[in-house]
Nanobody
Framework: QVQLVESGGGLVQPGGSLRLSCAAS????????MGWFRQAPGKQRELVAT???????NYADVVKGRFTISRDNAKNTVSLQMNTLKPEDTAVYLC???????????????WGQGTQVTVSS
């Protein structure tokens, strides 16, 4: 199957920066869209940013101008550069990828375990 492993979370002060990374591995034939979602305590999971295989990007309004998503198709990785972080950005950030495995004819959605981002002074 497919595994998504995130890294780069942690504690940062308001106004600071963090970079999240996610690597996909396993029985991968091709990867379509990749992205990041987040879930804060007591709240629903929400989209942060997505990027297609051709590098078209989409951002939630609340992160536009502060976050930048990128991917490396050769390495099956997606990254999220987060600048000017705010306390309301505190959440578990989950990596997402739409993957066609070597055994499948169609794409399926896969998720990472999540990495905690805490913005606090």
């Amino acid at each position: 199957q497919v595994q998504l492993v995130e890294s780069g979370g942690g504690l940062v002060q308001p106004g600071g920066s963090l970079r999240l990374s996610c690597a996909a591995s396993g029985s991968i034939f091709s990867i379509g869209a990749m992205g990041w979602f987040r879930q804060a305590p007591g709240k629903q999971r929400e989209l942060v940013a997505t990027i297609t295989s051709h590098s078209s990007t989409n951002y939630a309004d609340v992160v536009k101008g502060r976050f930048t998503i990128s991917r490396d198709n050769a390495k099956n990785t997606v990254s999220l550069q987060m600048n000017t972080l705010k306390p309301e950005d505190t959440a578990v950030y989950l990596c997402y990828a739409r993957v066609r495995t070597t055994q499948a004819r169609f794409y399926n959605d896969f998720w990472g375990q999540g990495t905690q981002v805490t913005v606090s002074s």
